[in-house]
């Protein structure tokens, strides 16, 4: 009698947590299609600012050039006398 109690109650448990799961599942693949849209739009979005970040740091990479050189420097120091 213990036994068969025990297996009522994992039944009790696991058959609502198995329906739930199955659900689930198939609530995800009837949306699917509804968000793979957005989804593409998002990784468009990304690709994007990946490529102007990068942009950006070329930018920076040719500032910091400009910045360190000797050039630059002795620019600045003359026209400071100017002033």
């Given amino acids: 009698m213990g036994s068969s109690f025990w297996l009522f ?3 009790v448990i696991l058959v609502p947590v198995i329906c739930d799961a199955i659900v689930k599942i198939y609530k995800a693949s009837k949306s699917s299609p509804e968000h793979q849209g ?3 739009d998002l990784e ?3 690709q994007d600012a990946e490529a102007e970040l990068e942009d950006a740091l070329v930018r920076i990479e040719v ?4 910045v360190t050189d000797e050039k630059y420097d002795l620019k600045r120091e003359i026209d400071g006398l100017a002033n």
Avoid: A, H, T, Y
């Avoid at 500032?63 to 400009?66: A, T, Y």
């Fill in 9 to 11: 109650v994992g039944c």
């Fill in 38 to 40: 957005r989804i593409n």
């Fill in 44 to 46: 468009e979005q990304l």
């Fill in 63 to 66: 500032l910091e050039k400009i």
